[in-house]
């Protein structure tokens, strides 16, 4: 095993590297350096074993130290590293990868398009989106209606859709002609109503957005199944049915951003399966390869791909690594082995719901206003009075998510809210112990703050 010199990395990465979302003068060199990994485990250069509740970034579903993806990757580097799918030429793995991806897709999605990542994916949504209205003869059709809170990624597009305020707080401005609605976000922001009827008034937030702008102004509804950077929300059963009726009624696209909630992260292949909506595009990436390699696509229903291929003549865009032959490779392997080994079955009929009956016990912990959870997704609400729920000071979150380093777990803060999302491939026993883990991190965190001795 490698040797790591932790004070010198720690020292270098402050003065040479900027991170993602990250206050670099803040972590000075302070850095957690994680240095390999095997199944649900994190190491760091130290040499803690720390269990990763989030999945890298809500990415390695099939968990970590797959032997058959670093076959794939490295079968495919030795054969074609590196071609790229422009100009009339194509390649064996973008080909697979496409076939198989759309064998998976609900019924009437037939395309991909293959990108980078995520946020490459959303910017593509925006451009094939616009191009669509276009094409149908509606070119005033521009708006894109996402969501407050909602998270898209962090391109300029990607951060446009997004509802993140303090995205948009830097660097600004965003694009233009994207618009934004209320969350379903029932705990945060409708408790005093029944679920389903805030469910179906958050919807109708659509409605009147739509009505506001007036229709022939809008071309599309993005939203993912079940927020994930925004604190894993997870709509009332009322939200989706209601969000589709509109998006039908009014003739406009919807999109489902399939990037947490897709490959099984909700115990179907896709989200939007779970809540049985009909999206004409699904930004995928993250769970597509499992994260191993960088990877993402566009999922094209008919009503979209047909008109684009019928009438679009050539779409000018497209990425240098669009459907890169490793990636691919690696992807096509991931989904296999994800379908051979029945993860996504057992996360709908075994882990999940183990899971939603341990993660459940939290909730009686003093700092637990309520425990949430559906597939392997999971958040616990902090709170200062369980009775009022009101919230403590900002900060309680990152104290926790701190704790939980110390206790030996992964998770991640968003405000006040705790969010996991571990490998699809967790067994109940590993589930019993990030339960477990979890607990130890509140019961830190509250005598931290010296509400349990
Ligand atoms: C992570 C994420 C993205 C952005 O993906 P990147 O690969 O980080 O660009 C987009 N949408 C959702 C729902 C995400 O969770």
């Known amino acids: 095993m490698q040797q790591h010199d932790t004070q010198e990395l720690r020292q270098q990465d402050s003065r040479h590297h900027l991170h993602p979302f990250t206050d670099t003068k803040e972590l000075g060199d302070n850095s957690r350096i994680i240095t390999r990994a095997e199944g649900i485990y994190i190491y760091d250069s130290e040499g803690n074993r720390i269990l990763d509740a989030m999945a890298g970034l809500w990415c390695v579903n099939l968990g970590y130290g797959r032997q058959e993806l670093v076959d794939a990757a490295q079968q495919q580097m030795q054969e074609l590293p590196y071609y ?4 009339k030429t194509a390649h064996p793995p973008a080909i697979k990868l496409a076939k198989k991806l759309t064998e998976l897709a609900p019924e009437h999605i037939n395309h991909v398009f293959f990108t980078g990542s995520g946020s490459e994916s959303n910017d593509t949504v925006v451009r094939m989106v616009r191009r669509y209205w276009q094409l149908k003869g509606q070119p005033e059709k521009t708006v894109i209606i996402g969501r407050r809170n909602g998270y898209h990624g962090s391109t300029v597009a990607g951060a446009s859709l997004g509802g993140m305020a303090p995205m948009h707080e830097q660097g ?54 079940v927020q994930g950077a925004g604190g894993v929300i997870i709509p009332p059963e009322s939200y989706w049915p209601e969000i589709q009726r509109i998006c039908d009624h009014y003739g406009i696209l919807l999109i489902a951003d399939e990037v947490i909630c897709g490959f099984g992260r909700v115990g179907q292949w896709f989200g939007s399966q779970h809540f049985n909506i009909k999206p004409d ?45 490793a990636c691919a490779a690696v992807a ?16 709908r009929d075994v882990t999940g719901p183990y899971f939603a009956r341990q993660w459940a016990t939290l909730a009686s912990h003093p700092l637990v ?15 200062a009075d369980k009775g009022t729920m009101a919230r403590f000071a900002p900060g309680i979150g990152s104290q926790c998510r701190d704790n939980c380093f110390q206790s030996g777990i992964v998770m991640r803060s968003v405000g006040e809210t705790m969010v996991v999302s571990p490998p699809l491939v967790i067994t109940e026993a590993e589930i019993d112990q ?20």
């Open 172 to 225: 600004g401005p965003m694009l233009p002609d994207i618009e934004h609605i209320a969350q379903p976000y029932w705990f945060g922001e409708g408790r005093e109503m029944d679920p389903q009827e805030f469910g179906l008034l958050a919807a109708r937030s659509l409605e009147q957005k739509i009505k506001t702008l007036g229709v022939e102004r809008v071309a599309a509804f993005i939203a993912e199944p």
């Open 332 to 347: 096509l392997r991931n989904l296999e082995l994800l379908e051979q080994e029945g993860v996504i079955d057992r996360v």
């Open 281 to 325: 595009l699904m930004p995928i990436a993250k769970g597509l390869s499992s994260g191993y390699l960088p990877i993402g696509g566009v999922l094209v229903g008919d009503r979209v791909a047909d008109l684009l291929i019928e009438q679009g003549g050539e779409f000018y865009h497209g990425f240098t690594y669009s459907g890169h032959p």
């Open 84 to 87: 790229n799918n422009f100009f």
């Open 369 to 383: 206003g309520e425990a949430r959870s559906l597939g392997l997704l999971g958040a616990l609400e902090l709170v």
């Open 434 to 453: 990030l339960v477990t883990l979890a607990r130890r991190s509140l019961d830190l965190t509250a005598r931290q703050l010296g509400i349990m001795d």
